[in-house]
């Protein structure tokens, strides 16, 4: 359950939800796993399987590696058998990533990053998922004609673009937040079909505690999603 119907309110005990809105979580999942999944996994999937239109063989960049949802993102990429790399400013991320299932990763505070990027992908990239937001029009180069920026979030920067570059690649910059009802049934399919795993990073015990989830974020340790058990 998404705390978020019919009011917001995720740290709370018990919440009232129309029942057409429950769905049976999978039934291999810890309750901790269950908890970590709806909205990571909702958004994640939005992005990479409609927004994105993400195919087996596609090679796919997802920035920011460690967050909840570009984890989950990595692992539906996976799943649909996509070439998939990943940025972070942890060189510990992105090789746990890369022991996950990633080809390869690259650090974006380095100063050659762009450079690195070219060098590690082994082609032109598919499609760009991003949590960040900010200018793409340095990564418009090593994009395929016609391919897509997903952006679902901006944590860096509240403003995205591209530029020329992208236009006469015809690159699309899609926005995509959450999903529906019918993603969400199809993004559960395939965690039940053990097809995407769920990473928790961390669980948290008792709301007393909750800050300790929001330090870990703020300081960007996480690697997987932060559960508070009530």
Not at 90 to 110: D, I, L, P
Request: hydrophobic share 45%.
């Amino acid at each position: 359950i998404l705390g978020l119907l019919p009011n917001p309110g995720t740290f709370a005990e018990y919440i009232a939800v129309p029942a057409k809105d429950v769905f049976p979580a999978p039934a291999h999942l810890s309750t901790d796993e269950a908890a970590a999944l709806p909205l990571a996994g909702l958004t994640a999937y939005r992005a990479v399987v409609t927004k994105g239109e993400v195919r087996s063989g596609d090679r796919v960049l997802i920035t920011g590696i460690g967050g909840g949802v570009a984890l989950a993102a990595m692992r539906f990429c996976l799943a649909l058998g996509a070439e998939c790399y990943v940025t972070s400013s942890s060189e510990g991320k992105f090789q746990r990533a890369v022991a996950f299932g990633a080809k390869a990763g690259v650090n974006y505070r380095a100063p050659d990053y762009l450079d690195q990027l070219k060098r590690t992908i082994s082609g032109p990239i598919d499609v760009i998922v991003d949590g960040a937001g900010g200018a793409f029009g340095p990564l418009c180069r090593l994009l395929r004609p016609q391919s897509r920026i997903v952006c679902y979030g901006g944590t860096a920067s509240g403003d995205m673009s591209i530029n020329m570059v992208g236009v006469l690649k015809n690159v699309e910059l899609r926005g995509s937040t959450m999903g529906s009802r019918r993603e969400f049934a199809d993004m559960l399919r395939l965690v039940d079909e053990k097809k995407v795993r769920v990473d928790v990073d961390r669980t948290i015990a008792g709301l007393a505690s909750a800050e300790d989830a929001f330090e870990a974020m703020r300081s960007g340790d996480q690697f997987g999603k932060q559960v508070i058990r009530i």
